[in-house]
């Protein structure tokens, strides 16, 4: 009889990934209409908090957030950490300040149009998770989303800049 030593670290890890990203939709099917209202502000603090653990990743592996394009880069890793390897995505400079994050496939996106949850209701979810997580790691950076594959576009196309500062008067008071 096989024993859990005897299971690839890939197949436990793809396995893990695809209920991770199956979770969400699960959750709201079975609690949406209980909870009513108050259920898409209780899950976006879930994802919100979520961004911690993007953080303790990052640091474990101690993956780089200098600047746009390492946050970019360490940020897909996580994604792919959490989600799994059929989470495919690149990262492009496109200034010394900025940089976009393709995605090409999102286990997340796949999951909702699998089990007919809300594909705005996904967006909510990683928003909540990406503008959360790009903060944190660089509070210099900020995160927006250009095109989302769970709304409809071909690719996810997330853009990481270096954050507005807050204007200030004259004599340097905001």
Aim: one cysteine or more; proline letters at 5%; aromatic letters at 6%.
């Amino acid at each position: 009889m096989p024993d859990l030593k005897s299971i690839p670290d890939e197949v436990k890890w793809r396995l893990a990934a695809k209920l991770a990203a199956l979770l969400p939709a699960l959750y709201e099917r079975a609690y949406r209409d209980v909870v009513g209202e108050v259920y898409d502000e209780i899950e976006q603090e879930i994802w919100m908090e979520l961004s911690r653990m993007a953080l303790d990743i990052i640091r474990d592996l101690s993956l780089p957030k200098g600047n746009a394009s390492e946050i970019g880069s360490s940020l897909r890793i996580v994604m792919a950490v959490l989600f799994g390897p059929d989470y495919k995505s690149e990262t492009l400079e496109i200034s010394n300040g900025g940089a976009v994050i393709l995605i090409k496939q999102c286990p997340l996106a796949d999951s909702s149009y699998d089990t007919g949850a809300g594909e705005t209701r996904t967006f909510r979810r990683c928003m909540a998770l990406t503008l959360t997580t790009v903060p944190f790691l660089n509070k210099d950076y900020s995160a927006r989303f250009v095109r989302t594959l769970c709304t409809g576009d071909r690719q996810c196309e997330i853009k990481i800049e270096e954050a507005q500062q807050p204007h200030t008067h004259e004599n340097g008071k905001k």
